[in-house]
């Protein structure tokens, strides 16, 4: 792999940009920011709620041809996480996989790039707390409009997502009558309540679209801290996942039609999905089976990324992930090949846009 690639991605692994680290968080924004130094390439930073994104652009450029897409957050970590080696040809750290390797892809491809193409980068930094102050912002902010986007944040050994579930996270309360515990059937116990309408939303999602939603129930809890009184009161906090083909305004009817219910919905994003027969997306799976010199297989991949702000754009994303190991996992690393395999694709793709 070239030297200055390698050297990029030791650099991005080295800065402990976990937990919402706002220092660290800063210190890669700017450290890639300097990386185009002396280019004629553009980096506009816009900021949200504290958190930082970078747009890398060359001077009216208006619609892209395309547009790339990484964040540079990682989930917490040990120090000697951050501290990237190489064995058995694979870098070792956090964010070797998910994502910095792929971040660091992109800008070097981006700055070396001597074609007539208009290509970018969106770098953001809070994919992994929901990307909510991020991509969304950014894209509005800055008025981003692309052919084709590229997020490489899924699947396994150069896999195409198709898919990726929708995110919806709610705080539910539910009431209920109290009574002496004495004289429990006269009362309404919340917190049971609370489990069946959980049970009810599970058991339609799962009738609805087998094996393709989550419903997680994360808390359960009441401020009735004695035996012998029924609770009135209850709230549970809610994680369900759910692809293209579910109803989810069913969860909304159900909540809404309950009397003893008050909800807020904590978080909400739509599920991403690729159209395999879109003549771009098709083009970009035809580079890749020259380069890797096999078919491509297309997954559903069950979490979820920043690739969905872009499809809500109705702008055609490839979500393709190149080989690694132990995304978030103590040995999280990625093959030194794959990574100028990475690059490869990149270059014969943007030729053919």
Known sequence: MIDELEKIIFDLISFETQNQNLLEINKCILYIKNYFNGTDYICEVNESNGVQSLFIHKKDCGKLDCIFSGHIDVVPADDSQFKPFIKDNKIFGRGAIDMKSQVGTIIYFIKHYQGNKKIGALITSDEEIGGFNGTPKALSKFKINANVAIVPDGGYNFQL???????????????????????????????????????????????????????????????????????????????????????INYVYELLDNCNYVEYSIYAKANPFYCDTTNIIIKKYIDVCQKVLQREIEVIEFSAAADARYFTDMQIPTIIMNPNGQEMHGKNEAIEIESIGTLLNIYENFVKEL
Do not use: F
């Open 161 to 247: 997502v198709n898919s990726e579930r929708g995110v919806l996270q709610l705080e539910i309360n539910v009431t209920g009558l109290s009574v002496h515990s004495s004289k429990e059937p006269e009362g309404i116990n919340a917190i049971v309540r609370a489990v069946e309408l959980y049970s009810a939303i599970k058991d339609h999602l799962n009738i609805e679209t087998a094996n393709c939603q989550t419903v997680n129930l994360a808390s359960l809890s009441t401020d009735n801290n004695v035996y012998n009184k029924v609770p009135d009161k209850a709230k549970m906090l809610i994680d369900i996942r759910y692809n293209k083909q579910c109803n």
